[in-house]
């Protein structure tokens, strides 16, 4: 069950080493939908917590009091929502803290850019329609419900996410659909591109081998399909199979979108290479 706490910070305006926005706002730390693969648990913030990532969410709920006296101070021109948390998971229907940051951004006339897989984000068409938000990074997938139980089993379900961009599309909202994680073997990456035609472009993101639970996740991959476990065991250990395995993978990619006249871009981590992760 998840714990929820009301608490308070000292700032919310944190400088960020992602390339979409001079500081990053997460209005809560934790998160409900307790993605097996996700980055934040390797944070070293996150580490420090009592409770295991998906358990407990602290809700910082005077963020936006703090935004307010922020912007004032650093001026900033670009900001990132959601580095290490989901803006818009069930409790900000509560706490609206999420919908009060746009609502200051958007009267500072400050641009921001947004990570989600939540579509509960659609309870903010109207801000999102003032014209600041410059991107959504929509995370999507696809691979059966029994795999969907091993890696997100708290997260909206994936065709609710399909239908929701195809909504921030229709309402002329900028949308990437953000393919996250490519799970090799798992991931059904079949008529992607047609799934989102008003979409100009998709981005792909390769599952990081480097995060400090991939045994965890290959050792629950292979309680559920014992023949995927030698194969995940040789992308931890074997470079060649590794490079060869991506490879063959962003092939399949670029040709589905070259027939389909778009553009993409994928993100493969290299291999072996220790994962970091240095913002708060």
């Known amino acids: 069950m998840t714990e929820?706490?009301?608490?308070?910070?000292?700032?919310?305006?944190?400088?960020t080493s992602i390339d979409l926005g001079e500081?990053?706002?997460?209005?809560?730390?934790?998160?409900?939908?307790?993605?097996?693969?996700?980055?934040?648990?390797?944070?070293?913030?996150?580490?420090?917590?009592?409770?295991?990532w998906g358990e407990y969410v602290d809700m910082r709920v005077n963020a936006p009091e703090l935004?307010?006296?922020?912007?004032?101070?650093?001026k900033p021109k670009t900001v990132l929502l959601g580095s290490t948390t989901e803006c818009f998971q069930p409790i900000e229907r509560k706490y609206r803290i999420s919908g009060k940051v746009l609502e200051i951004l958007n009267k500072h006339k400050i641009n921001y850019v947004i990570l989600t897989r939540s579509p509960y984000i659609l309870d903010y068409i109207s801000l999102l329609k003032e014209?600041?938000?410059k991107n959504i990074y929509f995370t999507i997938n696809k691979f059966s419900p029994g795999f969907k139980e091993i890696f997100e089993p708290k997260s909206p379900a994936l065709e609710a996410?399909?239908?929701?961009?195809?909504?921030?599309?229709?309402?002329?909202?900028?949308?990437?659909?953000?393919?996250?994680?490519?799970?090799?073997?798992?991931?059904d990456l079949s008529g992607?591109?047609?799934?989102?035609?008003?979409?100009?472009?998709l981005e792909f993101e390769c599952l990081n081998f480097n995060i400090n639970n991939i045994t965890e996740i290959i050792n629950k991959i292979a309680l559920f399909e014992p023949s995927l476990r030698d194969k995940y065991e040789n992308m931890v250990k074997n470079r060649l199979f590794y490079a060869q395995t991506w490879r063959d993978i962003e092939k399949n990619i670029a040709e589905q979108a070259k027939n389909s006249k778009k553009s993409y871009n994928i993100y493969i981590?290299?291999?072996?290479?220790?994962?970091?992760?240095t913002y708060l």
């Open 4 to 15: 929820f706490n009301e608490v308070k910070i000292k700032r919310i305006l944190n400088q």
């Open 67 to 74: 935004l307010e006296r922020e912007i004032a101070s650093k």
């Open 269 to 277: 981590h290299k291999f072996g290479d220790y994962f970091k992760n």
């Open 161 to 187: 996410r399909d239908e929701a961009i195809a909504r921030l599309l229709d309402e002329s909202i900028p949308v990437i659909p953000y393919f996250s994680p490519i799970i090799p073997w798992i991931s």
């Open 23 to 52: 500081y990053v706002i997460n209005p809560f730390m934790g998160c409900e939908f307790s993605c097996l693969y996700c980055y934040v648990r390797s944070n070293r913030v996150v580490a420090r917590k009592n409770k295991p």
């Open 131 to 133: 014209g600041y938000c």
């Open 192 to 201: 992607i591109f047609g799934r989102f035609e008003k979409a100009g472009s």
